[in-house]
């Protein structure tokens, strides 16, 4: 555990130190959840949108995509539930005065036991060597099913507490569990109230005529009320899709963990309509089909995990959670829902406009279910850069700390350096810029000796590092060396685009 906050706190300070993310209004000591992406973060996003555009919108010929307004009408979350819904559960405590999300203490309190589960099992993995049968062990130690009983009494309880909105027994549970604020150390807690987790500010000239808007919490409804527009202009069919990508905002009370929780941060979100009654063939699809987009990123299987949602929103009849091993734990990176015709029928209420469909294969009209995928963008960039950022231990003892970035994600394709800055080595290094600039993102470097450069571009999560030399100079051959193994190829100019294209190509 302490090795891995040491591993979170590196990946932080890693981060600004080499411009992927800053605190936001730094100079004004910064404002806790808000975080600017600097030169090379954008490059990393904008990668992580283009990849996930591709693969939802390009690669579908029924899926399509738009760019909704962040401000929308106001009734339109009254529609949705988020005005009487969207809300947390927070709970103070009177020594400290430290506010907490009630869930989270929850969540935390079960961290611990499963941690305990976790040590019990590398324990008797030591133990017990190569003969060790992991889940056979789960299965029967005491002190595991001791453990796991409790987690999922836990679990069970508190959905049942949040279901039936029964805050004073989720102030019960708190106690019972014995709790205390990691401040004060102290039991001595409040009630538990709702709080709602959308930004609202007012719109219009003048006071008398202004409106309550809201900063939309979801890019989801953008979708849902453009649902007609886009099926009647685009002559779509169903089953098909509807993605977008941009800002949310969501008032978090338990500010922490770097990007994974922001105030303000982007979604990518597709919303895929289908008739009544094969909603639950379409989830297994998106299922399967968004777990084959994460591992074509090249991390390990293992990094992620499906959890199956126990508590589920009244008007869903499937959830799921794909989580990822990020350094304090798995956490959700995307969900994927069945939400029924929730949605559409709400915005008919609330609008009085038909959001329906003319099956004309069934002669027919209805209001179609809807399958989204919703997977967020900073969490998605905290996934891969986490898993990506690697501290090695070289032959002669020196560290180099190396982003291991899926290559079609680096936010600088490759470096070209002159291994002097002179003979004309610089002169032909810029030819070589001029070819590779139109097709990919490539710096120029001829400061420093060649080593600390290539360290440089380690740090950023270059792939390639392109060398001109004297030999260079005689027969327009290069070295290119790989980031992940440090190994050197020579080849002619020519053939560096067709190489580091197939260098970069993600795993099909
Ligand atoms: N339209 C469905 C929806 O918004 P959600 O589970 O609330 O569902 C979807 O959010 C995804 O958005 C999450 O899986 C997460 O990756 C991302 N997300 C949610 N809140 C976030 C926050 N405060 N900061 C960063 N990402 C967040």
């Known amino acids: 555990m302490a090795q891995n906050e040491d591993l979170f706190k590196k990946i932080i300070s890693h981060s600004k130190e080499y411009g992927f993310i800053f605190p936001s209004s730094e100079i004004y000591d910064g404002m806790a959840a808000i975080y600017d992406y600097g030169q090379y973060g954008v490059e990393l996003k904008n990668n992580i949108k283009q990849y996930w555009w591709k693969s939802m919108v390009q690669m579908h010929e029924n899926i399509v995509g738009i760019d909704s307004a962040i401000f929308m009408h106001p009734t339109i979350w009254k529609a949705s539930g988020h005005v009487d819904a969207f809300n947390d559960p927070l709970i103070d405590n009177k020594d400290s005065k430290k506010r907490y999300r009630a869930d989270v203490l929850i969540e935390d309190h079960i961290a611990k036991l499963e941690d305990k589960i976790n040590k019990e099992v590398e324990k008797a993995e030591k133990r017990f060597g190569e003969s060790f049968d992991k889940e056979q062990f789960i299965k029967t130690n005491g002190r595991v099913l001791e453990n796991q009983a409790k987690i999922d009494d836990i679990t069970h309880r508190f959905s049942l507490l949040m279901n039936t909105n029964d805050l004073a027994g989720v102030k019960l549970l708190i106690e019972e569990l014995g709790i205390v604020c990691p401040i004060s150390g102290t039991r001595n807690w409040t009630d538990v109230r709702q709080f709602n987790l959308m930004f609202s500010t007012q719109m219009g000239s003048v006071s008398e005529d202004t409106n309550i808007v809201y ?113 304090f734990g798995f956490k959700e990176l995307e969900g994927i829902h069945s939400r029924g015709d929730f949605d559409l029928k709400r915005h008919q209420e609330f609008s009085g406009k038909k959001l329906q469909y003319f099956d004309s294969e069934l002669n027919e009209n209805y209001v179609p279910y809807v399958v989204e995928t919703s997977i967020g963008l900073d969490r998605t960039f905290l996934a891969v850069l986490s898993h990506a950022y690697t501290e090695e231990t070289l032959e002669d003892g020196t560290i180099r700390t190396v982003l291991n970035l899926p290559k079609i994600l680096s936010p600088i394709k490759a470096a070209i350096l002159p291994l002097v800055k002179k003979d004309n080595m610089p002169e032909k290094a810029r030819e070589i810029m001029n070819i590779l600039q139109p097709n990919f993102m490539v710096q120029y470097d001829e400061k420093d000796a060649i080593g600390k450069r290539y360290r440089r571009q380690d740090a950023i999560g270059t792939p390639y590092c392109i060398t001109v030399d004297t030999q260079t100079l005689e027969d327009n051959t290069v070295t290119i060396r790989e980031r992940d193994t440090m190994h050197q190829d020579r080849i002619a100019i020519q053939e560096l685009e067709t190489y580091i294209r197939k260098g970069i190509k993600p795993l099909e």
Do not use: C
Not at 245 to 250: P, S
Not at 252 to 280: D, K, N, S, T
């Open 215 to 327: 900063l939309r919490p979801e890019t989801a409804q953008g979708i849902f009320v453009n649902f007609l527009n886009v099926q009647k202009t685009g002559r779509m069919k169903i089953p098909f899709g509807i993605a977008q990508i941009g800002k949310a905002f969501r008032n978090e009370i338990v500010a922490r963990q770097f990007i994974f929780r922001m105030r303000e941060f982007e979604q990518m979100e597709m919303q895929f309509f289908v008739r009544p009654g094969e909603e639950l063939k379409w989830f297994e699809y998106w299922k399967e089909t968004r777990k084959k987009w994460h591992l074509s990123l090249g991390i390990p299987q293992n990094k992620y995990r499906f959890h199956d949602h126990d508590k589920l929103a009244h008007y869903a009849n499937a959830a799921t959670d794909i989580e990822f091993e990020f350094p």
